[in-house]
């Protein structure tokens, strides 16, 4: 289950004070894409170093929060390490000039957004395809996709972010 607050509050832990105690303001007002703003701003000017994993939650809050396409480019360069020993490594590897996957649905394209270095599933955002050509704003829904698999993509609802997330972190290696 996903609990915001503990999420919210650890990643302001990981600031020194005052921006720690400014990001956990930010909650308690109702202005989480100010605290997003400060979180990831002090991550970047304090040099925080971070797990993968981390990232990967972090980008998820912000993507929750329609922050994803402000932040994700300043997250991607937030210096990140591998996880410790049993942790399940996850990483943010959305770029922003990635090329979109097609999708099973008609005009709906996949974006990888994260993925697991264990089996190598890949969380996905699904867009609609816009009149222009591109991927609209919100995502239509997420999907776990299994590479090299010929399993259909497993679809989560479009305010299920943290559920597909837990669902590709207790992925099976091998299966």
């Known amino acids: 289950m996903n609990d915001e607050v503990t999420?919210?509050?650890?990643?302001?832990?990981?600031?020194?004070?005052?921006?720690?105690?400014t990001v956990r303001d930010c909650w308690a007002m109702g202005e989480q894409e100010a605290g997003l703003d400060v979180l990831v701003s002090g991550l970047q000017?304090?040099?925080?170093?971070?797990?993968e994993t981390t990232v990967a939650?972090?980008?998820?809050?912000?993507?929750?929060?329609g922050m994803g396409e402000v932040l994700t480019p300043r997250l991607l360069r937030c210096a990140?390490?591998?996880?410790?020993?049993?942790?399940?490594?996850?990483?943010?590897?959305?770029?922003?000039?990635?090329?979109?996957?097609?999708?099973?649905?008609?005009?709906?394209?996949?974006?990888?957004?994260i993925g697991c270095g264990r089996c190598g599933e890949v969380l996905a955002r699904a867009h609609t395809v816009e009149p222009w050509g591109g991927p609209s704003f919100l995502p239509r829904h997420y999907a776990l996709l299994a590479p090299g698999r010929p399993?259909?993509?497993?679809?989560?609802?479009?305010?299920?972010a943290w559920p597909a997330l837990e669902a590709l972190r207790a992925c099976r290696a091998g299966a």
């Open 45 to 51: 000017a304090h040099q925080v170093v971070l797990s």
């Open 151 to 160: 399993a259909a993509p497993r679809p989560f609802p479009r305010d299920s």
């Open 80 to 113: 990140a390490t591998r996880p410790g020993p049993g942790g399940t490594p996850l990483r943010l590897i959305e770029h922003p000039d990635a090329r979109p996957l097609p999708s099973p649905e008609p005009g709906e394209v996949l974006i990888p957004w």
């Open 57 to 65: 939650e972090i980008a998820v809050t912000a993507r929750e929060w």
């Open 7 to 21: 999420h919210w509050y650890r990643f302001a832990a990981l600031l020194p004070e005052p921006e720690a105690t």
